[in-house]
């Protein structure tokens, strides 16, 4: 969420365990994009899928259902 990120806490929305970075790299680079959009993560500066999982993974970001 906007909060959780503005306060450091991550991008975790309704509960559940927060995915992976190799479970994150299972998806296409637009999957991650919209994940990113839809936790409010800035994706600025991830050039490439490695660092958009990464990115995700630190803002404990729930894969999609």
Do not use: F
Request: glycine letters at 16%; charged letters at 15%; aromatic letters at 0%.
């Amino acid at each position: 969420t906007a909060a959780g990120t503005a306060a450091g806490g991550g991008g975790a929305v309704g509960g559940g365990t927060p995915a992976t970075e190799a479970q994150l790299c299972t998806l296409r680079v637009p999957e991650l994009i919209g994940l990113a959009r839809r936790h409010g993560v800035d994706s600025t500066g991830c050039v490439d899928k490695a660092d958009l999982a990464a990115l995700l993974a630190s803002r404990s970001v729930l894969l999609p259902v």
